[in-house]
């Protein structure tokens, strides 16, 4: 068994330091709109694995990033994820009433709360990424934006959810739920690596190379996701599970069987990891994610 | 009756045109993915007054603003209204199952695809205006991003909705219902008569004068809406009627009965106009709007 101290110190630091982040942009109003504020914060401050706003750090730390702004960009990102978790949440959609251990949002609160609040932290995610406190260039901004624009909208996450929430109805191959994946979780993965080099205005190179890092990373995630849900228990993964299987979605493991799907994550995983050669000792952390990843119990 | 006639074909050309930049950026993917974009699709392409890209339009004319992109300026706010009008309309929120005289999406299609179709118009929105296409400086983009994010998140339209949904359980003065209609509508209408000042790198006081412009415009344009839902016919707003009422929601007619409210309006048409004498002749059809939202029966 390897050492994940180093790896698990530093996935706690982000969350800690994500938190403090968000603190001051989430404030209060004092007006009855809070309500949406209180479902928002509740969401953002329920921990998680941190995973992509953890990509955001350790790639601008590839580059020099200035720590304090490639936070808030991390923070951004964990807005969208939130966003996104609370809309699947919803009983439209995948209608499920635990998240981490705690009443999802539309439980806690209210569905119509639960739909403004995912809205809202779409809105601030945009409005922080746009803010000169982010960064002083502002292509980068721009650039920002516009790639985080893209991997949530309908071609990215919201296109992935479209195809899951349909594949009952299609018979999907390995391909076509590859491809959902990638769209569905990958886009926002593969931007959250990306986001440290296009703040260290980084080559060509170096950003692909984390885009296939990110790329590999995002899909052995999704497998070791689907993992649990067959093989974990609710306690342990702190949401229902079983559910992939009982609503007839398409996913890898349902496709390849435990035993190709778990060989497949960890031959992605070292995908990944092959793809951060470059990077030397400083990628130690990134590698570490590739190993985490596929050996997660939560 | 004054002659309505040079706006009216200037709010159809208005349509036209969103249209016409919208179709390719709403284009299909060829994937199952695609249900969500034809639910965007027949959300945007679904008549509507267009009076947010016209206060857009109308605003950047009077700056010299490139017509191509003061048009896409215009189709990122129509999106984000659009989408706005999607979650509006869910059954966890108002429960509508008519607009402009068609079922609302997710009668058309389903409560999920609703959800998400309204999410990707809003993620759409933010790429359209980071791209370079909208305006040559990054600047301006930036600073149009900050701002429909502001306006469209918790401190504005969403912070907004939150308020009228608990309207029935809150006892709202005038001044709180105010309050609500310039976050839940006024803020976006803001937006856009000051988009086009933002696009024309306008003066202070310019931008100053279309916010007042905007504000009063926004306010009198709810109470004409709210005259309408108690005094209009189905047939005639294309949605369903008295809904506000039956619901307990609070709406300056309700508090102001229908005679002051009509006053009102009128009062408020006349102060939007004052705002814009420094414009002389150029702002012609912003005055025509003024009398138009006061007097339209749709």
Not at 107 to 129: H, N, Q, R, V, Y
Not at 191 to 203: D, K, L, V
Not at 266 to 283: M, N, R, S, V
Request: charged fraction near 25%.
């Amino acid at each position: 068994m390897e050492d994940n101290g180093p790896l698990n110190d530093a996935l706690a630091a982000t969350s800690a330091a994500i938190e403090r982040v968000l603190d001051p942009i989430l404030a209060r109003n004092g007006g009855p709109e809070d309500r949406v504020v209180e479902a928002m914060r509740y969401s953002v401050f329920s921990g998680g694995k941190r995973l992509r706003p953890f990509l955001v750090l350790a790639s601008a730390e590839l580059f020099g990033v200035d720590r304090p702004q490639a936070l808030r960009v991390a923070a951004a990102i964990e807005c969208i994820h939130c966003y996104s978790l609370i809309h699947d949440d919803l009983p439209a959609m995948d209608d499920d009433d635990l998240r981490r251990g705690m009443p999802t949002v539309h439980k806690k609160f209210d569905e119509a709360t639960a739909i403004l609040a995912g809205d809202a932290l779409m809105s601030i995610a945009f409005e922080i990424l746009s803010s000169d406190e982010t960064h002083s260039d502002p292509y980068v901004r721009l650039e920002l934006v516009k790639h985080l624009a893209r991997a949530s909208g309908h071609r990215g996450m919201v296109g992935g959810q479209m195809i899951d929430l349909q594949a009952p109805e299609l018979e999907l191959d390995e391909m076509d739920v590859q491809r959902l994946q990638q769209m569905k979780t990958g886009a926002l993965i593969c931007f959250s690596a990306e986001a440290g080099a296009i703040m260290g205005h980084a080559g060509k190179q170096a950003r692909a190379s984390l885009h296939g890092y990110a790329r590999d990373l995002g899909l052995a995630f999704q497998i070791a996701d689907d993992l649990l849900d067959v093989e974990g228990t609710e306690e342990q993964v702190g949401k229902a599970i079983g559910k992939d299987q009982d609503a007839g979605k398409a996913t890898l493991v349902g496709l390849m069987g435990v035993k190709r799907a778990r060989k497949q994550a960890q031959i992605l995983a070292d995908q990944a990891i092959e793809h951060l050669a470059q990077f030397d000792d400083k990628a130690s952390l990134l590698r570490a994610v590739a190993h985490f990843v596929i050996n997660r119990n939560v």
